[in-house]
Each structure stands twice: as structure tokens, then as C-alpha cells.
């Protein structure tokens, strides 16, 4: 999933020089995001969090939505996202769904933003 493999304890370093730059010449903008990161837990000193999320989501189509492929009543996504749009793609290059071989395409690779597909369905 990622670009790059990572040792297995791998914890990333923040660019404390850069860090230390931005501090200087805009300390109140660094003080107001420090507040927020750390208000959000995302604070760790020289370390910066980032939460991964996958999962789904359904609905039932309506007739009118269903038309005349009747037996499709169902409509699904699944995704992959990260509670960082804007670092999301240092992360994940592609996500690849794997679906039931009774699909027409039963292998779908997303390659950028956002890592959903949608399908209709019976079920």
C-alpha cells in the first residue's frame, strides 16, 4: 500500500530545522497550529500523527434509482482516506480493490484522490 516500506517500529522525524524557521518567523501562526495539534492529539514533540481510515458505506436504491436493472437495489462505496487530505499522498500511491469475482471488473486500482470506488448491486 505505501510507496515506500518501512522498518517495523519506523517513526518518522519532523524537520526540526524547518520547524524551528517557521516558529521564528510566524510565531503566531506556529503557536495557534501548535495549540491545535496538541488540542487534536497530533502533537509528539518531533513526531507527527496521522490516522488511516477504510471502510464502506450503502444505501438502498429507490425504483426510480434502480430502473429497469431492478435486480441492482443497492448502491456501496469503499474508500480509503487519512485525516490528512494534503499528506495522504506521501502515504498511498494506489489502493487496490479486490471484489467478488462476479463482478464484470472484480480488481479496481485507484491510483489518486479520492480512494473510493461505487458500485450498484444486488446485495
Known amino acids: 500500500m505505501c510507496r515506500t516500506s518501512f522498518e ?47 471502510g464502506n458505506h450503502h444505501r438502498s436504491l429507490s425504483v426510480e434509482e434502480a430502473g429497469e436493472d431492478a435486480h441492482n437495489t443497492h448502491e456501496w462505496a469503499a474508500f480509503v482516506d487519512c485525516s490528512s487530505k494534503s499528506e495522504i499522498k506521501k502515504f498511498i500511491s494506489k489502493v487496490e480493490f479486490k471484489l467478488h469475482p462476479t463482478f464484470h471488473q472484480p480488481k479496481v486500482t485507484v491510483t489518486k484522490q479520492p480512494f473510493m470506488i461505487k458500485r450498484w448491486g444486488w446485495g
Request: charged letters at 35%.
Open 8 to 54: 517495523e517500529l519506523y517513526i518518522p522525524d519532523v524537520n526540526l530545522e524547518l520547524q524551528e524557521e517557521i516558529k521564528t518567523n510566524s510565531p503566531e501562526e506556529f503557536k495557534e497550529m501548535h495549540e491545535h495539534l496538541k488540542n487534536e492529539g497530533l502533537w509528539r514533540g518531533n513526531l507527527k500523527s496521522f490516522k488511516f481510515f477504510f
